[in-house]
């Protein structure tokens, strides 16, 4: 069933960068239009249009000359503001970043429309009207800082709270603990929709690793998160991918290490055994650009990684098996994402994510060469966007996604031919094992995901308020199959040494084998969530949030043989998941102060 956290914060921040209302993905924008003495003006166009894609949104400011233009993609945009009488305003160099409300107020003069003031990077776009707490890294942080393996989940760490742990098992499976939470209590979004591992939770990260190359820039929530988020108690860690420009834009990167720069193992030395032939070579690019400017754009990634890994075998009792080789990584992966704007009220994207991460000759534990597993592993994600405009204060998102991860743990022999009866049998002594891995395991999971969220912003009563609300829905299903053992294991419990038939100690004592063949089950879960929040901006320094989310979970597992269900098919339903979520944020002075709390109440998934 869901686990409930519920959680009470106040802090005071200084100079802070406050996180935002999060936006899945994407960035607002609000602001007042005034004369030169400070009065409202109504009824001012105002054309927030992004410099490097030429993609634009149109509103009028209301009575109270106030304006909100929300989901926008992240970037550096130019604010025009036009009204009959005056001069035409223009601010140009706006960076709104992903899942932060931007403020920026704009002045008109008397004049002709004909004539223009224009003011280039002088606004703040920081926000002062979140209670959430968390934090955010760039794209110039993502490739400048060092990667072990080239996963942004490790640079996470950079953020207070976040301690990110580097897999040494298997590639790109890096996870991150946040302030003292389980790795799996984490929810991992890419572009807004889900990245997440439905079968094992996200103890190895996200689902679908993105190159960092192929990443605009990410947030992470770590607590006091809006109802729009659900399935976490943890933290909300938020990325969006590139996007094409009107410009042709490229890179290119390459980060190669062979054999000459490392030493030789210990027990390889220890053993005069051979260095092992060990490389690591990280290479790729991205292009971008438009298919017809100003309106439609693509963005393309790839990136090759090969690692040789140096692997040392070493086996006391029969040092004839001591050896040196390399596990092989070799991962492609492939971002394509495409992005139209039909007209001035209605936009589309579309990005597919793929990763293929096989490792090869995994010696895990005392085995020998003969007895090494592999890692298949193919992962990717598609989510596809619409937004709909309507009238100047109301946006409709419709987004659809399907994530899938297609995973075998087995040995050279199961997966030639996906037949673990044909392969030799395991020979499992006492400090070793040889012959053969009797591991031969796989899975197909998958998960779709559709949600709507409508955004409205209603002035002048009683003050702003800068409402949301919406539904999700998510389907995940998990098809398993194990074959482990069924090529049989005989065990040798007094003997570590090779077979004389002179003496009974090196004959096996005993076997296993599964019975009666390979093992299958296939899992379904459903989940419904809706939610409505409000950020009510009463006056130039407090901020009210307030939120409600309610989930239901269907966990579809046969209930045989339990007493509590009537049926086998009589599901538990998880229904009594009710998380209120408010909040306040309270600016001092010039905003250069910040005083935020909060209470919520969180759930997790099963």
């Known amino acids: 069933m869901l686990r409930t956290v519920k959680s009470v914060i106040v802090m005071l921040s200084l100079l802070a960068p406050a996180l935002a209302h999060a936006q899945q993905g994407t960035t607002e924008l609000r602001g007042t239009l005034r004369d030169a003495q400070g009065g409202a003006l109504p009824g001012v166009t105002v054309v927030v249009r992004n410099q490097d894609t030429g993609t634009f949104r149109e509103t009028i400011s209301n009575a109270d000359g106030t304006y909100f233009i929300s989901g926008l993609v992240p970037g550096n945009y130019e604010i025009n503001a036009e009204l ?88 790109g499976s890096d996870s991150i603990t946040v302030n003292g939470q389980d790795p799996r209590n984490n929810n991992y979004m890419l572009d807004g929709a889900n990245n997440n591992d439905d079968v094992i939770g996200q103890r190895a990260g996200t689902q679908a690793r993105t190159a960092i190359e192929a990443v605009q820039e990410f947030q992470v929530i770590t607590n006091q998160f809006d109802a729009e988020f659900g399935r976490t108690t943890g933290a909300v860690i938020n990325a969006v991918t590139k996007q094409g420009t009107n410009a042709f834009r490229g890179s290119a990167f390459g980060y190669f290490q062979d054999a000459a720069l490392t030493e030789r193992n210990y027990f390889a030395e220890l053993n005069d055994l051979a260095k092992p032939d060990t490389s690591q070579q990280q290479f790729g690019g991205t292009i971008g650009g438009p298919i017809a400017r100003d309106r439609a754009h693509f963005f393309f990634s790839l990136e090759r990684v090969r690692i040789d890994e140096g692997v040392t075998v070493n086996i006391p009792a029969r040092p004839e098996f001591n050896a040196t ?90 997966n030639s031919g996906r037949n673990q009866a044909a392969c030799q049998p395991t020979l499992d002594f006492q400090t070793f094992t040889a012959q053969q ?31 949301k609300f919406g539904v999700q829905w998510q389907h995940s299903q998990s098809v398993n199959s194990n074959q482990g053992n069924l090529n049989a294991t005989f065990g040798f419990s007094q003997s570590n040494g090779p077979f004389d038939a002179a003496d009974f100690r090196t004959y096996p004592d005993r076997v296993r084998i599964r019975v009666p063949g390979e093992s299958s089950s296939t899992n379904r879960n459903r989940s ?38 009537a049926a086998a098919d009589d599901w538990p339903v998880d229904k009594n998941n009710l998380a209120p979520r408010l909040g306040f944020a309270y600016s001092f002075g010039e905003g250069r102060t910040l005083l935020r709390g909060g209470y919520g109440r969180f759930f997790d998934k099963t």
């Open 84 to 171: 009959a009488g005056f001069k035409r305003s223009t601010r140009r160099d706006v960076r709104l970043e992903i899942g932060r409300t931007a403020s920026v107020d704009l002045t008109l003069e008397i004049g002709a429309l004909t004539e223009s003031i224009t003011v280039t990077g002088t606004s703040s776009t920081i926000d002062l009207t979140s209670k959430e707490v968390g934090g955010m890294v760039t794209s110039r942080e993502l490739t400048g800082l060092p990667s072990v393996n080239r996963n942004f989940v490790g640079v996470i760490g950079i953020l207070p709270g976040v301690v990110p742990s580097i897999s040494t098992e298997s590639f």
């Open 437 to 467: 891995s009797d591991v031969a395991q796989s899975r197909v999971n998958d998960a779709y995901q559709i949600e709507d969220t409508f955004s409205w912003f209603v002035p002048g009563r009683g003050g702003d308020h800068d409402i």
């Open 528 to 565: 419904f969530g809706a939610f409505a929040q409000d950020k009510w901006k009463l006056g130039d320094h407090l901020t009210l949030t307030l939120g409600l989310r309610y989930d239901v979970e269907n966990v579809r597992m046969p209930e045989i043989d339990n007493p509590l269900f």
């Open 325 to 414: 080789t390399t596990e092989q990584t070799r991962v492609w992966n492939t971002v394509v994402r495409a992005d139209h704007q039909v007209n001035a009220a209605n936009t589309w994207g579309v990005r597919w994510l793929r990763e293929s991460s096989p490792q090869l000759n995994q010696l895990i534990g005392a085995v020998t060469l003969d007895a090494a597993r592999e890692e298949f592993d193919v992962d990717q994600t598609v989510v596809g966007t619409l937004n709909s405009v309507m009238g100047n204060t109301r946006l409709n998102t419709l987004r659809v996604a399907w994530t899938q991860e297609d995973v075998a743990f087995a040995n050279p022999c199961f």
